[in-house]
């Protein structure tokens, strides 16, 4: 697990931290570990292993002062699919298909215990226990080729956007959602949108042929919804941005991608890496380690909300770039992601 956790670029730290929120370290689960106010952590003293390493959040104001969560409400729910879906939080499980099959069936129960997203991709067969949770599990078919229930995802290349497909989709009463590589194409994202589906997963483990971080790709399909020429910015408000690759590590990943522009951030290797997941655990701890980690996890991003003013996640962060800003980045990559240099106002 530890070569793991380091290609993963998790130390040993923040590995503990997921652990101690899931239950398998500590006393304390579903509780995000009490740190100080002091820091290590990259871009300032370690060194920094992506582009969100280099954006911090720009903290509470006088005029937007800082929330306590413990004593005052932080909402974390968002709606995606043009609202008529609601998740507790902005969070959604993926990576299972190196998991037994009971296990699986164990993570979709969970995350829909938990209001969260379960996503299925990788997986060669659909699981019984999706039956009635449709809306919450991101089903997977190349070209529309397999069954799929609520929600079917269509994994697309620069070349492969087909409006009909998408109408097809939707008159067999699914919800259409394209799954993208991290491009920095915006003509896919435009042409993704265009073709009306529900939504849109950025995936940066997807190979395309011109790929660039999840943070940037985020960042531009986001810019690339706002703008006016594309119905006059209101498909940002139709189409759900879903984030995920298999590097993110925690919460605090999860709240930089929020204000790039992501509504829903899919967890791949890090949950299993906090859950301590093998082929020996059973279903009933599993699901319990799982339900704490995302409890943590949910109170954890209301502690960086409440740090930054917002009192909520979805209306006051997701795309709120004024909430952070970067360290030591090019002005290339500055502009890409829209977000200031630390001591701009």
């Given amino acids: 697990m530890r070569v793991y956790s380091k290609r993963l670029g998790m130390d040993d730290r923040t590995l503990s931290h997921l652990r101690q929120m899931s239950g398998v370290e500590g006393r304390m689960p579903g509780e995000p570990p009490i740190v100080s106010m002091g820091s290590t952590a990259p871009p300032f003293v370690e060194q920094p292993r992506a582009v969100l390493d280099h954006i911090v959040s720009d903290g509470a104001q006088v005029t937007r002062p800082s929330i306590d969560p413990y004593r005052e409400p932080v909402e974390t729910s968002v709606h995606i699919f043009g609202g008529a879906v609601r998740l507790s939080?902005?969070?959604?499980?993926?990576?299972?298909?190196?998991l037994l099959e009971g296990l699986v069936e164990e993570v979709v129960r969970t995350c829909y215990r938990m209001g969260v997203l379960a996503d299925l991709f990788g997986l060669h067969y659909e699981p019984s226990s999706v039956e009635g949770r449709g809306d919450y599990v991101l089903t997977h078919a190349v070209r529309g080729t397999a069954a799929a229930r609520n929600v079917q995802v269509v994994v697309l290349g620069d070349d492969d956007v087909d409006p009909q497909l998408v109408e097809r989709i939707r008159a067999e009463g699914r919800r259409p959602v394209a799954r993208v590589p991290?491009?920095?194409?915006?003509?896919?994202?435009?042409a993704v949108a265009s073709a009306r589906f529900d939504a849109i997963v950025i995936d940066e483990d997807l190979e395309g042929d011109t790929e660039v971080d999840l943070e940037l790709a985020v960042a531009l399909c986001d810019r690339v919804l706002r703008d006016p020429s594309m119905g006059g910015g209101r498909l940002r408000y139709s189409v759900t941005l879903i984030a995920t690759s298999s590097r993110l590590r925690g919460s605090g990943d999860v709240f930089k991608l929020l204000g790039l522009g992501a509504e829903v951030v899919l967890l791949k290797d890090s949950w299993k890496l906090g859950t301590n997941v093998s082929r020996d655990t059973r279903p009933s701890v599993l699901a319990e380690r799982l339900e704490n980690l995302l409890l943590g996890m949910q109170k954890e991003l209301k502690l960086l909300a409440g740090a930054a003013g917002a009192s909520s996640l979805h209306s006051t962060v997701c795309g709120n770039r004024e909430l952070f800003r970067a360290v030591e980045l090019d002005g290339r990559v500055l502009e890409a992601l829209g977000v200031k240099a630390a001591g701009s106002w």
Avoid: E, F, K, Q
């Avoid at 939080?89 to 190196?98: C, H, R, T, Y």
């Fill in 182 to 190: 991290s491009t920095r194409t915006a003509d896919l994202y435009r």
């Fill in 89 to 98: 939080m902005p969070l959604g499980v993926s990576g299972l298909s190196d």
